[in-house]
Structure formats: structure tokens, C-alpha cells
């Protein structure tokens, strides 16, 4: 397997890059059909306008609604494109990944079971639908290297670890965005004349919130952690970070309410700033912001006694806890 030659962003010209890469999805896919998943992140919003340049209504654009996204995410991105001119079909998914994931608590074991129902299950169902051949996917170098490094099996990765996607789901995939880092994908985000909700939209990782829910993700505790990031998500929106999230904790903590011992959950927030996500600082929030955040978390999600805030740096911590 060739070593991926990266594009910095310094070498980037964002014009260029679009046209060769949508004449190259356009040379692999022929005449044919391809289908690829919105998420809405920067990679998948970029994918989705160069392969609609390169394809049109050969493209089918679905979003895969996995029951772990957040508050109201598949409405909301598929209007955005609406108005773009993409057409985006909500596909519900959620019984498929809540029953994959029950019981499951090692994290590289969780990663893996939402991969087998993304790509197994629900692209392998799409591509039968649809009569694709081709899968295109946001998929980008950092992706890549944490994969290959061991640190973290990231949803997306398979030529790279010796997986033939052809032989294990049916289907080929098409990489477009694989030289590049998210600085980059930002800029080629701006260039598609995509909204800059979208290339500033902050990351937010294929697991979705199973991501960040340390212990077993069912439906209930991806309740209680997507209220907190809602809340997470308003307060730190102005610090304009790289990333900021909440995790919600296996192990309880005795709490009190109203005079009466309550031993509930533990919600961790974190705050990154980072340029690439290869290495990131827990950004310096100010306590009066803290002080908000553990005030709304604890009184607006039920069941939650204790609010951290993580002060490590990555590495040693990786930016999401699974
Ligand atoms: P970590 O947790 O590895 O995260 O320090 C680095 C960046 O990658 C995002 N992330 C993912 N993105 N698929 C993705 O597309 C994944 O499986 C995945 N896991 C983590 C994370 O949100 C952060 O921006």
C-alpha cells in the first residue's frame, strides 16, 4: 500500500484540489451510482458538494439518523443542504445501532460494532437499494494516522488497516479528502461556497455520542449525555474553541438533593483548543463560565450530581474519551 502524500495547508489551492478531485470521482464512478452519508461535519459536507460537482443526481446523499447524533442534527443539516441545492434522505437507523451496541463497554469494541452497522448493515442495505458501486467518504489524513498508530480504530478507516471494503461490504469507497488535515478541508469548505456554519462547524466524530459515553451506550444514557452537550454547545459556542463536548462518566458519585443523598451521574466536560486535533490544551476557561456549566448541567439534567472539567493536555488524553 502507497504511503498517502499529505497536502499542507500552505500547498493547498482550494480551486484546484476541487477540480481534480471531482474529475476524479467522476473518472472511477463512470457512468454509474454512488451513494455517500452526510453527517454535516466539515469532511461529509465536503464530500457531498465535490461529489455532487462531480456527479449530480448520481450522487444519493443520505443522513444516517444512528439515534446518537444530537438535539434535532438530522433535520437541521438535511434543511441546510435543501438549500444548497442537495437533496439529503434521513434514513432512521436507530434500532440497527442500539442493538448493536448493547452491552458492550470496551471502547475499541464499541468503534467497532457502530462500523459493522454503518458499513455492513446500513450502506450495505443503501447500496443494494440504489444499485451504487461506490461509497464516498470524508475520510482524512488524521483519521488515518490515529488508526494506524492504535491509539484510536477510527469509524472510517479500512484500506490502511488491509480491509478490502470491496470484499468485506460489496461496495468500493472513494476517498477524496484523504491528503488533507481539517485546516485544509476548512478551506475547501469556503472555496465550495459552503455556509460558514458548516466549514466552522466544530467536529464531531463519526461514533457520535457513543463517543462519549464511557460504559454501556444505550438509548437512555445517550439522553442524558446529548442534553448536557446541548447545554455544553450554548455555553462555549462564544470561546470559539476547536472543540468543546461533554462525557458522561460510568462510575456514580454520591450526591444530595434536597437534603437526600443521591448517588448519580458524572458528567465531564472538556474544552480543546487545537489547530489539526494532533495535539490539543485544555482551553483556559474562566470559573464564572465553569460555574454556569456545572449550575445548568446538574439542574437541568436529571440524574447528574457532579460536573469535572478536564485539564489534560493531548496527549497523554486523546479529545474524545472513547
Ligand atoms: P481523538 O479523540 O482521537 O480525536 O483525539 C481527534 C479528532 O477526531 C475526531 N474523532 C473522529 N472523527 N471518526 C471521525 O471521523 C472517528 O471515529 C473519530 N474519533 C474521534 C474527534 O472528534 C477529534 O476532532
Request: neutral net charge.
Amino acid at each position: 500500500m502507497a504511503a498517502i502524500k499529505e497536502v499542507t495547508v500552505k500547498e493547498l489551492n482550494p480551486q484546484e484540489f476541487i477540480k481534480d478531485k471531482a474529475e476524479e470521482i467522476s473518472r472511477a464512478v463512470g457512468s454509474g451510482i454512488a451513494i455517500n452519508a452526510l453527517s454535516g461535519g466539515v469532511d461529509s459536507s465536503v464530500v457531498t458538494m465535490l461529489g455532487h460537482k462531480a456527479l449530480g443526481d448520481r450522487l444519493k446523499t443520505y443522513f444516517i439518523d444512528n439515534g446518537i447524533m444530537r438535539e434535532g442534527e438530522p433535520q437541521q443539516i438535511a434543511s441546510v443542504f435543501k438549500k444548497l441545492g442537495v437533496n439529503v434522505e434521513i434514513v432512521n437507523a436507530q434500532d440497527e445501532f442500539f442493538n448493536a451496541l448493547k452491552g458492550i463497554i470496551d471502547p475499541e469494541e464499541k468503534r467497532e460494532a457502530i462500523t459493522q452497522t454503518f458499513y455492513k448493515k446500513v450502506f450495505g442495505n443503501l447500496v443494494k437499494k440504489s444499485e451504487a458501486k461506490y461509497l464516498l467518504q470524508g475520510t482524512i489524513l488524521t483519521d488515518v494516522d490515529e488508526t494506524i498508530a492504535g491509539i484510536k480504530r477510527q469509524h472510517n478507516v479500512f484500506e490502511q488497516l488491509g480491509i478490502d471494503p470491496q470484499q468485506a461490504f460489496g461496495y468500493k469507497i472513494i476517498e477524496p479528502l484523504v491528503q488533507l488535515r481539517k485546516d485544509g478541508v476548512r478551506k475547501v469548505a469556503e472555496a465550495l461556497a459552503l455556509p460558514s456554519s458548516i466549514y466552522n462547524r466544530m467536529p464531531f466524530p463519526g461514533p457520535a455520542l457513543s463517543a462519549r459515553v464511557i460504559g454501556e451506550a444505550t438509548s437512555e444514557r445517550i439522553a442524558v449525555v446529548r442534553k448536557a452537550t446541548s447545554i455544553v454547545e450554548e455555553e462555549l459556542a462564544s470561546t470559539k474553541a476547536f472543540q468543546y463536548m461533554a462525557i458522561l462518566h460510568q462510575d456514580r458519585a454520591t450526591g444530595m438533593r434536597q437534603g437526600k443523598r443521591d448517588f448519580g451521574m458524572q458528567i465531564e466536560v472538556r474544552c480543546w483548543d487545537s489547530i489539526d486535533a494532533r495535539q490539543a490544551r485544555p482551553t483556559r476557561l474562566g470559573f464564572d463560565v465553569l460555574d454556569k456549566l456545572a449550575s445548568r448541567i446538574t439542574s437541568e439534567v436529571p440524574g447528574v450530581v457532579s460536573v469535572t472539567y478536564n485539564i489534560t493536555t493531548k496527549p497523554p488524553s486523546t479529545m474524545e474519551a472513547v
